[in-house]
């Protein structure tokens, strides 16, 4: 059987539980969050499936995790705060996970397009990529601008493959939750999923992804059949 990065032009990458451990920091400034508010502190094991779907969503998890209902009017002050302090450390707890380094390495030098398709907001995602010292891998940053657009709807990933210039078949993305998988099997593209990022624990098996790795270097050694069928030929909208 061929190799995957055989099969695929360009590699989409997650961001947050993929290559960058970012839940220390997001932990943090939710805590620092809670604390300004006269809320309680949560430990630092609960931040990581709090994490997804926007900021937003991860403030009204925090908060709900630490005893509050929040009203609308609280929410948006939360939110609010909560970017203010996350702007101010992006990097500073946060780690580039194992292997990232020598993936991003060696797919570019197999002449493969990379591209981070992310739900984190665009003016902390640019940030964090450029202070990890990892941004200039990346061909494009996809980060959504409307809600809806938000992983796991396909938006993000057909605008990579239209940058890239290539149907969703030649797209491989590499993410760690349900909305990754989701997204990618929305869109056509082929996907691998990590089983050390924020997934909640949700068993990734019964999403059925094409592979699932502990360590991203193993995307280079993952052999597939040939795809077959209409959905993975899809035409980009």
Do not use: W
Not at 47 to 63: M, S, T, W, Y
Not at 192 to 219: C, F, M, T, W
């Amino acid at each position: 059987m061929p190799k995957l990065i055989d099969c695929v032009a360009a590699v989409s990458f997650d961001l947050d539980g993929t290559i960058i451990d970012t839940a220390p920091d997001l932990g943090a400034a939710a805590n620092m969050m809670l604390v300004m508010l006269g809320g309680r502190p949560l430990p630092d094991d609960r931040i990581p499936a709090l994490v997804g779907a926007g900021i937003d969503e991860f403030v009204k998890r925090v908060l709900a995790q630490s005893g509050v209902t929040p009203d609308a009017r609280l929410q948006e002050t939360s939110a609010t705060l909560f970017r203010d302090l996350y702007g101010q450390r992006v990097f500073r707890l946060s780690r580039i996970y194992p292997g990232v380094m020598m993936t991003l390495h060696t797919l570019r030098a197999a002449g493969l397009t990379l591209c981070c398709v992310t739900n984190k907001e665009r003016k902390f995602a640019q940030p964090l990529l450029e202070i990890a010292g990892i941004s200039g891998f990346f061909a494009s940053v996809l980060c959504p601008e409307r809600p809806e657009d938000r992983k796991p709807s396909p938006s993000l990933l057909y605008a990579a493959c239209r940058q890239a210039e290539i149907e969703p078949l030649d797209m491989l993305l590499v993410g760690d939750s349900r909305a990754d998988i989701e997204a990618a099997h929305a869109a056509g593209c082929r996907v691998v999923a990590v089983d050390y990022g924020y997934h909640r624990g949700q068993p990734l098996e019964e999403l059925r992804p094409d592979a699932i790795v502990s360590n991203l270097k193993e995307i280079m050694e993952l052999s597939v059949r040939p795809r077959s069928g209409t959905r993975a030929l899809r035409a980009i909208p």
